[in-house]
């Protein structure tokens, strides 16, 4: 895996135009427009490789980004009430198309405001991949918008949140911001990780 010179490969929107599964993938979850995309620029240390908008909806396909050797993948967010019921349901069997799909699947992150509790969405997505086993990482992001009075109040609300679900398997959660690249080496790490099995 090499995160430098990344490549867009590819969009599928809908199930039967997913890429061929030959090689180990990553994938971004989490609600429109809480920052999958910018976040999927940062750790590739891109500007304006995933397209970014300030509304909500705008990745409305999966997007496939080639890391060589495995790939990162952008996945539509949920929770968006501007979309007409048609396509929500498209969305739905895109995204459970996907979890569905005999992947390499390493890891999926997670991704969840740190201002807010999580929503129900958030939490149907987590319950939804932990009863699958597949292997999950939260990204709690735009922490650059958290007064420094109100982070740790905020950040212990939704950690209190999330234990109470009572998920068997390891979740790792990291802070980031895809504004200020807190977090963000971590978040590289773990993917290391996940990817190629070794740090650094
Ligand atoms: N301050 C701040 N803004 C962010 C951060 N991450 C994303 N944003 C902003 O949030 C908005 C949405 O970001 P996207 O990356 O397009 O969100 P997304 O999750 O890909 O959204 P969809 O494609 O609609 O599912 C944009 O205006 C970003 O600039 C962050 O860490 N801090
Ligand atoms: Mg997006």
Redesign the pocket.
Known sequence: MKLENAQFEMAAGLYNQLPVCDMPEVAFA?R????????INKILKRKSLAR???Q????ATINFYNIGGARLV?L??YG?AKVSHSEKNRWRELIEGYFNDERDLRLTVL?MDSRHKPSEDDLTMLRYLTEMKKETMIVL?????LKPTKREESLSEIEQCLSALDIEQDVTVVV????TGEGVEDIREVLRLAVDGEEG
């Open positions: 989490g429109s427009n809480v920052g999958k995309s910018s976040l970014v908008s300030s909500p909806g705008k990745t952008d539509p967010g968006f991704l992001t735009k922490v650059d918008k980031a911001s895809s504004e």
